[in-house]
């Protein structure tokens, strides 16, 4: 569980902050929200779906078929695949809505054990002068645009919403030998896409939503991850052999640099 606290001088001018290493704290998500400019890179790297989500569909990276697993994370938190979704990139930082502030307010997750004593690899959460640390400062930036993004891509899925071309995603899991429905996950249903008249389909690349859509069903081919990914996982899990060289570019591909980064 994570416990958000907003960023102010009284609580953290005192404090210092340490960049996360481990995705540990996500190896239970099997699904996390993405944004319209991750699609490109998350596409070629993991399967992308919709959910339900407050009566609307929201896109996600889909990071494993069995609920409450993640694939992507190895046994020792390390993130195994070529691309990490923008949200998980902010960790231990998010922008939440607080009582009596009208913007979105600056937290972190207090219980994320990255707030610690100070040494040399760790962060000021402010500046000498009272005002934002230039670190912090490149959190709230790299946040605004991911929150930026998300505006516009709500409003692309929507207008697909809209057009009727999000349909649920027939997908099942092999579990003790035994297939099993995997509920709850949309896709992009390209042939009524292909089969709207001229106004909805020219609405649609009015409303930028022909990447995503596009880019959804390249994705969907990505299924074939998991298998890797769970072979990936045995072999890391099972004990060392000093006879056999390991490395993580055998299995995936390493992509350069990503859409949204804070440094």
């Not at 340490?18 to 699609?39: C, D, H, I, K, Q």
């Not at 993991?46 to 009566?55: G, K, L, V």
């Not at 899925?157 to 995603?169: D, K, N, R």
């Amino acid at each position: 569980m994570s416990r958000l606290v907003p960023i102010t001088r009284e609580g953290h001018s005192q404090k210092r902050w340490r960049r996360n290493e481990s995705y540990a704290f996500a190896a239970s998500e099997s699904v996390v929200p993405l944004v319209g400019t991750e699609f490109s890179k998350a596409a070629f790297a993991m399967p992308i779906a919709f959910i339900e989500r407050s009566e609307r569909f929201v896109p996600v990276a889909v990071l494993s078929l069995s609920p409450g697993r993640n694939l992507f994370v190895g046994p020792a938190g390390q993130w195994l695949g070529p691309y990490i979704p923008a949200s998980l990139r902010a960790y231990p930082f998010r922008f939440a809505r607080v009582e009596g502030e009208n913007a979105p307010v600056l937290c972190i997750d207090e219980d994320s054990g990255l707030i610690v004593d100070a040494d040399d690899q760790t962060e000021q959460f402010f500046a000498p002068d009272g005002g934002p640390s230039a670190a912090v400062q490149r959190v709230w930036r790299f946040l605004t645009e991911l929150e930026a993004s998300r505006t516009q891509t709500d409003l692309a899925v929507s207008a697909l919403a809209s057009a009727g071309v999000i349909q649920p995603w027939q997908l099942s899991v092999n579990i003790a030998g035994q297939d099993k429905a995997v509920k709850g996950l949309f896709r992009v249903d390209e042939a009524t896409m292909n089969a709207l008249d001229d106004e909805s389909f020219l609405k649609l690349r009015k409303s930028s939503a022909l990447p995503l859509a596009y880019l959804q069903l390249h994705s969907m081919g990505r299924v074939e991850i998991f298998e890797a990914l769970g072979r990936l996982q045995q072999q890391l899990a099972a004990p060392p052999r000093p006879d056999v060289a390991f490395s993580l570019d055998e299995f995936f591909e390493q992509t350069g640099s990503e859409t949204l980064k804070f440094d």
